[in-house]
């Protein structure tokens, strides 16, 4: 090969590569681009005000070009608000145990075992965990609780927990582990005990990668569709015990869409709903950077 | 036992505690492991004693065509995202100047992925069916499972190659090599395994992906076996039919269906589908310390 043609395919290639990289921010942009402009369809065609989407529990939109109908989507937002609330209330001490007992109490078993392990809860589909929360979570909860069908706030719950505790553990083991190891020796040769090291020196120098972990498996919480609408009822109505069926936004996008006519008010009141939770999963990753550059300055220190 | 009596009180409590939350995190991490093996114990049980042979044919009473949808529609977002990966994870770490450029790629790739899966659904619902005008077909489901790995993709052959000591692309330079021959030809190939392995670990997570499809690749399966012609709407390998997967089948078993057997499907799919997630799971680990052992057994 010549030198020329060597350096011809040297610049054809970085414009190759240039252009995947590229390619990826077209699609992020479509992506936002797409949700900016359907999502806001309720309110620039059909006029209703944001206000009224966030706030109103009256959802009645209507399936026409025409409009005219409501599209108050508090009753879906409190569902996936509650849901996700009581997950993260059950997963995140269940998750940093676990973090702690794979990272301190069993570091070298934790790593060939423990991990695996977690790794395999990662990986389980979510639509499993809601199949499994359909058939053994919700005959369980009618059987055995005043609950009148089993579908429920707690079920729903309960499968988000389980679906998002293996993610709140695999990062507060990292974060865990990143703690460097000077800090455990220094705490030991001053006679604390281990859980004396985890609990006063390990967990608050790794606060900031196990609030990331949190976040994040938030964010898992409040996207997931499947799993939750399999088992959270949808019941158009707000809870009035954990026991009762209600409705989330996700649940809502998966059942409705497809039986909507194409641009009517029905229709862009769920792109709404799409858009809403994109806009929530953005304010999560921000959040998320803004947590971790806080914590920043422990891996530099390392 | 003089000795631990001598030992003063707000030790001793410290001790205690210590020796208590241990035992507690014992008993956490064990009833972790039987969740575990009770989840997958329930899915098998409740597949193996429904278990038919009819259940596993390639026809409507069976799973196999969607067994086949699953892996062909995963193939199919490899074969789209694999290159674009690659690409962007490369233009990542070797191309895109240090500072915006870097970061505008980075927000980008988050914000991919931790895009609601039912969220890109829509998207590719809207783009890919309602756009352009077609009925749900596995093309467009592959291209939305697509914009999920793409990300992952990207991240891993970013970090294969940034973890590569910079002696390898300083001596190929040191050759006269150019950048894309230092690109293809030293780092590409060193940073192979924990490519391979890293594609693997995504293949496994996509699939079980079932918000994302149930707009785009569609709710219903049709497949001719006999047929030989690939525009045929009912030819097994035409990506432009609708093709139901595992785990919207899970999905619609859950009261649309009226099959009798609608129960025993889902929970046979269930199995099939962890099948599927644990040996990709195992396999990447597996592959990528058999190329490890490889690639430093080369080295030395």
Known sequence: ?302 | MKASKAIPGPRRRALSTDRLVTLGLHILAGATLLLLVGFVGHIAWSALSEFKPELLAFSPTGIGNQFFNTIYLVFLALLISIPLGIGAGIYMAEYATKGKAQKIMRISIETLSSLPSIVLGLFGYLVFIIMTNSQWNLFAGALTVSILTLPLIATITEDALRALPASYAKGSYGLGATKWQTISRVLIPAAFPAIITGIILAAGRVFGEAAALMFTAGMSTDINWASTDITSPTNAFNPFRSGETLSLQIWASRSESLDPNASAMANLSALVLLALVFTFSIGARALSRHLNRKNLGDNK
């Not at chain 1, 209703?48 to 009645?60: K, M, V």
């Not at chain 1, 069993?106 to 965990?129: D, K, L």
Request: hydrophobic fraction near 50%; proline fraction near 4%; include cysteine.
């Open chain 1, 1 to 302: 090969m010549n030198i020329e043609s060597t350096l011809r395919a040297d610049r054809i290639w970085r414009n190759v590569i240039r252009g995947a990289g590229l390619f990826l921010l077209i699609i992020t942009a479509a992506i936002g681009i797409f949700l900016l402009y359907r999502g806001t369809g309720t309110f620039t065609i059909y006029g209703h005000s944001l206000s009224e989407f966030l706030f109103s529990t009256q959802w009645q939109p209507a399936d026409t070009l025409a409009g005219g109908g409501h599209v108050g989507a508090g009753i879906y937002i409190v569902g996936s608000l509650i849901t996700c609330a009581l997950a993260l209330l059950m997963a995140t001490p269940v998750s940093i145990a676990l973090a702690i007992y794979m990272a301190e109490i069993t570091p070298s078993v934790g790593r060939r075992f423990w991990q695996p392990v977690i790794e395999i809860f990662v990986g389980i589909p979510s639509i499993i965990y809601g199949w499994l929360g359909l058939t053994i979570l919700v005959p369980f909860l009618q059987k055995y609780t005043t609950a009148d069908s089993g579908f429920s706030v707690l079920a729903a719950s309960i499968v988000l927990a389980i679906m998002i505790f293996p993610t709140i553990t695999s990062v507060t083991m990292n974060a865990i582990n990143s703690v460097p190891k000077t800090y455990r020796q220094g705490a030991y040769g001053l006679g604390a005990t281990r859980w004396e090291v985890i609990y006063k020196i390990v967990l608050p120098v790794a606060k900031h990668g196990i609030l990331a972990g949190v976040v994040l498996g938030l964010a898992r919480a409040f996207g997931e569709a499947l799993a939750v609408a399999m088992v959270i009822g949808k019941m158009k109505a707000f809870p009035k015990s954990l026991l009762d069926p209600t409705v989330n936004l996700t649940s809502a996008i998966a059942a409705d869409m497809g039986g909507t006519m194409e641009g009517s008010e029905y229709n862009m009141a769920l792109w709404t709903m799409a858009l809403f939770l994109f806009v929530i999963s953005l304010l999560f990753i921000l959040l998320i950077r803004y947590i971790t550059s806080k914590g920043g300055n422990l891996s530099e220190s390392k």
